[in-house]
T-cell receptor, first 111, second 112 residues
Framework: QKEVEQNSGPLSVPEGAIASLNCTYS??????FFWYRQYSGKSPELIMF????GDKEDGRFTAQLNKASQYVSLLIRDSQPSDSATYLC???????????FGTGTQLKVEL | ETGVTQTPRHLVMGMTNKKSLKCEQH?????MYWYKQSAKKPLELMFV???????ENNSVPSRFSPECPNSSHLFLHLHTLQPEDSALYLC???????????FGPGTRLTVL
C-alpha cells in the first residue's frame, strides 16, 4: 500500500465549479498535512496546510481533514483556468522528519 | 519567489562528468532537503539536513554526494551519473524537520 495515495486524474471541471481533490494516507500517526500546487515545468508551491480535524479555509481554498478515515481533501471554489495544475498531497508521518508526497492529481479547469 | 534559489536551472552532462548543484535559502530555516522528481513518479526524498547535519539518506546511490556547509547552503555533487538520473532536482527548506517546506525552482538535469 502506498503511503500517500491520490487519483492521478486528469480531473476536469468547468470554470466556476468546485474542484474536489482527495488524498488518503496509511500512517495513522500522521500529524501534518499539506497541499502543493505544481504548474507544468515549475516547482511545487505550498497552498494549504492543516493539522487538526475539520476544515480550514483560505480564500477559494478549503482543506478538509478526517484523521479517523485517514483522508485529506482540497476544495477549490469558483475554479479558474489558472487553477489548472497538478496538486500534490504531502503528509508528515507520525514523528517523522520529512514529508511523504503522493503522485499528484492533475486538475483541468475548462472554459 | 519562495526565498529558495537553485543554480543552475538547467544542466546537461555526460556520464563521465562531475558537476554540482547549489541551493541557498534566505528564510532562516534550519532544515534543508534534496528531492528528485521524475515523470509520473512521486517526489522522491534523497537527503535531509537539520542544522547542517545529515539526518537522512534515503538509499541514494553514492554517485550523488550531498554537502551542507551551513544551514543556508546545500550542494549536491554529481559524478558518473546514468541516463536514468535525468530528472528535476528540487531543493526545499523548512523551519524544522517535517514542517511545511518551501521549494526552490529546481534544476532540470539531463544525462547523456
Amino acid at each position: 500500500q502506498k503511503e500517500v495515495e491520490q487519483n492521478s486524474g486528469p480531473l476536469s471541471v468547468p470554470e466556476g465549479a468546485i474542484a474536489s481533490l482527495n488524498c488518503t494516507y496509511s500512517d495513522r500517526g500522521s500529524q501534518s498535512f499539506f497541499w502543493y500546487r505544481q504548474y507544468s515545468g515549475k516547482s511545487p508551491e505550498l497552498i494549504m496546510f492543516i493539522y487538526s480535524n475539520g476544515d480550514k479555509e483560505d480564500g477559494r481554498f478549503t482543506a478538509q481533514l478526517n484523521k479517523a478515515s485517514q483522508y485529506v481533501s482540497l476544495l477549490i471554489r469558483d475554479s479558474q483556468p489558472s487553477d489548472s495544475a497538478t496538486y500534490l498531497c504531502a503528509v508528515n508521518p507520525g514523528g517523522g522528519n520529512k514529508l511523504t508526497f503522493g503522485t499528484g492529481t492533475q486538475l483541468k479547469v475548462e472554459l | 519567489e519562495t526565498g529558495v534559489t537553485q543554480t543552475p536551472r538547467h544542466l546537461v552532462m555526460g556520464m563521465t562528468n562531475k558537476k554540482s548543484l547549489k541551493c541557498e535559502q534566505h528564510l532562516g530555516h534550519n532544515a534543508m532537503y534534496w528531492y528528485k522528481q521524475s515523470a509520473k513518479k512521486p517526489l522522491e526524498l534523497m537527503f535531509v539536513y537539520n542544522f547542517k547535519e545529515q539526518t537522512e539518506n534515503n538509499s541514494v546511490p553514492s554517485r550523488f554526494s550531498p554537502e551542507c556547509p551551513n544551514s543556508s547552503h546545500l550542494f549536491l555533487h554529481l559524478h558518473t551519473l546514468q541516463p536514468e538520473d535525468s530528472a528535476l532536482y528540487l531543493c526545499a527548506s523548512s523551519q524544522g524537520l517535517g514542517d511545511r517546506g518551501f521549494f526552490g525552482p529546481g534544476t532540470r538535469l539531463t544525462v547523456l
